[in-house]
């Protein structure tokens, strides 16, 4: 395989980060274009005097941490790699001829590192990589294998230009996919079910409110193909909303729609508002998320705790527990007799709950304990950006 195609694979990978291959399978590749007993690809911080290693292969673990943590910095090359992070120097590939044999011998460097693997020719290509660092690629050969060819170098210094533009894009890759998990447990810390929809109206992604909500009201189905409500003609409307919402539409007014969505036993319905989203016109693919669907179930039991009450409002532990039945729907004489105190030391209670969380009326109270901070989950189980990695719903 060549070098040009090694880059074309990588970079192929990059663009599509499910197939990434790991850094090691690709410094292998290399190690093949340059027939070389090893490879190490790595980063080196000039002014830090710091080593980070992104690959090796041919090299045993042991002394890949031995480069990183010290035998790199004793490295005879430093010198021009310095002067090329500094912009003093270009880009360059640097053979063995750059120092001769009976120096590099000399070497504590080839003393304790090449030596002991058998390692007898080096070549060594550096670029710079901003902010004081250099990449290189370092690719060694054994005394049997024979030294490095001049058209090495040549192909060294043709990749290595290229290779620094392919990982800037592997670390951007790698970037949006922390954001995206970010916005994935972001969601899937609310209590309201959230579920996106591509143009298809496939999901493909569902936070743990919804997995609960669809389980427990039996009002709702989710597969691959799409979120379908159980009665035919609330489904009708629901599949009607949703096209309407992932389809290309340039009205201003087609933003969201909220429908009704009954269960079984005379229940309270389930709310499905499904909005548009902004990323709707601009979507490149009909697989990206254009629409959400927010799934609320009225009767889902309130999230707060006592630990939780009492750690965001400075509640004691008895006020927590009045303030948590207040939002359960009971009345204060209620909850007296629960918590067995009189009815005088419950209002007591109530006053002081109203002190700390800068109300004065009970409504107020039931309203900031219903859609405050508290009703964020902090414990989370994740889910998954796919919807196909939703336990429980799809098979």
Same mark, same amino acid.
């Given at each position: 395989m060549s070098a040009e195609n090694v880059l074309l694979d990588y970079q192929a990978a990059v663009v599509s980060p499910k197939q990434l291959s790991p850094m090691r399978e690709f410094v292998e590749h290399l190690q093949g274009v340059f027939e070389a007993d090893s490879c190490v690809l790595s980063v080196l911080d000039i002014e830090? *005097? *710091?080593?980070?290693?992104?690959?090796?292969?041919?090299?045993?673990?042991?002394?890949? *941490?031995?480069?990183? =943590?010290?035998?790199?910095?004793?490295?005879?090359?430093?010198?021009?790699?310095?002067?090329? =992070? +500094?912009?003093?120097?270009?880009? +360059?590939?640097?053979?063995?001829?750059?120092?001769?044999?009976?120096?590099? %011998?000399?070497?504590?460097?080839? *003393?304790?590192?090449?030596?002991? %693997?058998?390692?007898? @020719? =080096?070549?060594?290509?550096?670029?710079?990589?901003?902010?004081?660092?250099?990449?290189?690629l370092s690719c060694y050969r054994s005394e049997k294998r024979g030294p490095f060819k001049r058209a090495m170098a040549?192909?060294?210094?043709?990749?290595?230009?290229?290779? #620094?533009?392919?990982?800037l894009m592997t670390r951007e890759a790698r970037q949006l996919t922390l954001e995206r998990d970010a916005a994935v447990d972001t969601i899937d810390r609310l209590t309201l079910g959230v579920i996106l929809v591509d143009g298809?109206?496939?999901?493909?992604?569902?936070?743990?409110?919804?997995?609960?909500i669809i389980q427990q009201s039996r009002a709702l189905t989710i597969d691959r193909a799409g979120v379908f409500a159980v009665k035919p003609h609330e489904n $009708?409307?629901? %599949?009607?909303?949703?096209?309407?919402?992932?389809? !290309?539409?340039?009205?201003?007014?087609?933003?969201?729609?909220?429908?009704?969505?009954?269960?079984p036993a005379g229940a309270t319905p389930i709310a499905v508002v499904v909005s548009r989203l902004k990323t709707a016109k601009t979507a490149e693919a009909r697989k990206d998320p254009v629409a959400a669907l927010f799934v609320s179930d009225p009767d889902?039991?309130?999230?707060?705790?006592?630990?939780?009450? #009492?750690?965001?409002?400075?509640?004691?532990r008895l006020e927590a527990r009045l303030a948590i039945r207040i939002a359960q729907g009971l009345n204060l004489d209620d909850i007296a007799a629960e918590l067995r105190i009189s009815i005088h030391t419950a209002r007591a209670y109530l006053k002081q709950v @109203? $002190?700390?969380?800068?109300?004065? #009326? %009970? /409504? !107020?109270?039931?309203?900031?304990?219903?859609?405050?901070? /508290?009703?964020?989950?902090?414990?989370?189980?994740?889910?998954?950006?796919?919807a196909a990695l939703v336990p429980g719903i799809f098979g």
């Open positions: 830090r *005097q *710091q080593i980070s290693l992104l690959g090796a292969a041919g090299i045993e673990s042991n002394w890949v *941490q031995a480069y990183e =943590a010290e035998l790199g910095k004793k490295d005879p090359w430093w010198g021009p790699l310095t002067r090329i =992070a +500094r912009g003093e120097e270009q880009d +360059r590939s640097i053979m063995d001829e750059g120092l001769d044999q009976e120096k590099l %011998q000399e070497t504590e460097y080839y *003393q304790s590192w090449m030596k002991p %693997q058998r390692l007898l @020719f =080096a070549i060594r290509g550096g670029v710079a990589a901003g902010s004081g660092r250099v990449l290189m040549v192909g060294l210094r043709y990749i290595l230009p290229s290779l #620094r533009q392919i990982l298809h109206g496939k999901p493909v992604a569902v936070n743990r409110s919804a997995t609960e $009708a409307r629901l %599949q009607n909303v949703i096209e309407r919402m992932t389809g !290309a539409s340039d009205d201003p007014n087609v933003v969201s729609e909220m429908v009704p969505v009954s269960r889902s039991p309130i999230q707060n705790t006592e630990e939780r009450l #009492r750690s965001l409002y400075s509640l004691t @109203f $002190a700390k969380t800068n109300v004065h #009326r %009970q /409504s !107020a109270l039931v309203r900031i304990l219903v859609n405050g901070a /508290s009703q964020i989950r902090t414990v989370v189980i994740c889910v998954g950006i796919s």
